[in-house]
């Protein structure tokens, strides 16, 4: 989860309105449906279900957090884990109990360096919420949230003496051995005294769209390169570095975001963008999603200067940063029934129903699963939580499944392994599926009206 300042606007290349107004709302009213479906579960479920799953969600949740915030790297995606997230809270709720995951805790034999200023974190809002920041705020600067691995540098006296990862944000990992094979880190700089910048390690790209490709992956092979055992033994050109937060450094944007390219980061400078409204946010938020970019993004930040002294900087309280994440290319879901359909070949194919869902203007209750041997693979029955998105034809597809019911209760399909092609050539009671598909093929053929 990165921070960041980048690019050049022209207002003339960005087309919008109500368009993104309209993903929003989807989003939301998706968002809204999965917070009803949870609060019917407060009032009917079990009490002692709703504890037991809460648990077992926020412990892998931790674990995620865990790996996330140590290594960089995630075997879950963001917006899957910001939704189970949100639905850990509801749960947390549900019991009146505290919404906060514990602290990450670092592994004792790493070599581990304080962070001379903590990161502070990002919030994230909404798009009403960011209205409303931005009406109560001047002087705001918006960024590309740039997806990567978030690191400390820092210089005495012009010279790199430390690349800390983000670990718990007060302390995390040290990597300075590593940032010598890193060439887009300056190891001297012209700087007098201490200097301490945060930011974030990409991986470069060419003409990278957000929109069409998502992460690609991109933080987990920066993560992967960190974490070697092994000391590297070639310069890695494909990582780049983007300063995101000068702690210390002068008041005024524009004269930090210049001093930040003559001592060897401009990447600041060439993709920050002084924001006077909401409209204009809109438009830059969604330059960076439609637009070509070297780096993979995830949002954008929006910051509101002067910050506080870096001596008031702490872990997870930031009021002057926040977060504007792009809208869900995948939604949560949860599934309620299981529905076999059995074609004119024999072939068994899997609908589930799901929790109704909003999906780019789509109402969604209904998902093909695929074959029956697919099906299984996925290991899907009813009260797991999927993602649900859009193929390119725009229908709905399960991404994943993120999250599985403990108790796992499957149901007898035995009975679907008599079907085959030559199978059911006669109605009888068990065949009606597969001898009416025969029948309405027939009549499609034979161009007969009614046959079915």
Known sequence: ??????????????????????????????????????????????SKIIRQESYRLGKQLQQWNQTYRLAGSSSISDEAYDQLFNLWRSLQRCQQLPEVLPDVQLPEKSKLATHPIPHAGLKKLNELEVYNWIKTRKNIWLQPKVDGVAVTLVYKNGKLVSMISRGNSIEGIEWRAKADFIPAIPKQIKYSGMLVLQGELFWRMNGHIQAKSGGVNARNKIAGWLMRKNTPTVPEENIGIFIWAWPAGDANPKTQLTLLSEIGFPLAEQYSHKV????????????????????????????????????????????????????????????????????????????????????????????????????????????????????????PKIEEVVWRREKREYPNVSTFKQFHALSCLAYTESCSQQFVARLTWLGKQLSIRGIN
């Open 1 to 46: 989860m990165i921070y960041i300042l980048y690019g050049y606007w022209s207002a003339s290349a960005y087309r919008l309105g109500g368009l993104i107004v309209g993903v929003m709302v989807c989003i939301n009213i998706a968002q809204a449906s999965l917070q009803g479906a949870i609060n019917e579960q407060c009032a009917e479920q079990n």
């Open 276 to 395: 006077e409204n909401k409209t204009q946010a809109k438009q830059l938020r969604e330059y960076y999603y439609q637009g070509q970019l070297p780096f993979a993004t995830d949002g954008v930040v929006l910051k509101n200067f002067p910050a506080p002294a870096a001596s008031a900087w702490q872990s997870k309280q930031n009021s002057w940063a926040i977060a504007w994440k792009y809208p869900l290319r995948s939604v949560l879901s949860e599934v309620t029934k299981l529905k076999f359909n059995i074609g004119r070949t024999g072939r068994v194919s899997v609908v589930t129903e799901i929790t109704p869902i909003n999906i780019d203007s789509k109402t969604i209750s209904k998902v093909n699963a695929g074959s029956l041997s697919s099906w299984e693979k996925r290991d899907l029955i009813v009260g797991d939580k999927i993602l649900v998105s859009l193929s390119g034809l725009g229908s």
